[in-house]
Nanobody
């Protein structure tokens, strides 16, 4: 069993940066690929990117490639989402998810555990 808790969300101006954290409880954190997703009201939850259990491989959706960076610290059981050059359309609730079913790319269908999310609001 893994519990995930996101933090670091908040209000930021367009062009600014935020770093989200996702802290995991439980053992064998490094055996989980981790994904970051976001969701806005009325829309489906969308994958932003993922990172392998070792941290050696990452994947990003085109919508955030070059602006967002995922990293992890397995000693701290934490995965991060660094978000730069934020835009108002990045406003959403951001979620992390964990999966042992994939090596890198965590999808909604393969995710085994979810956090409760953290709100990010980007003002124009």
């Amino acid at each position: 069993q893994v519990q995930l808790v996101e933090s670091g969300g908040g209000l930021v101006q367009a062009g600014g940066s935020l770093r989200l954290s996702c802290a995991a409880s439980g053992r064998a954190f490094s055996s989980y690929a981790m994904g970051w997703f976001r969701q806005t009201p009325g829309k489906e939850r969308e994958l932003l990117g993922s990172i392998s259990g070792s941290g050696g491989s990452t994947y990003y959706e085109d919508s955030v490639k070059g602006r967002f960076t995922i990293s992890r610290d397995n000693a701290k059981n934490t995965v991060y989402l660094q978000m730069n050059s934020l835009k108002p359309e990045d406003s959403a609730v951001y979620y992390c998810a964990a999966s042992t079913r994939v090596v890198v790319v965590v999808t909604i269908g393969s995710a085994e555990y979810w956090g409760r999310g953290t709100q990010v609001t980007v003002s124009s």
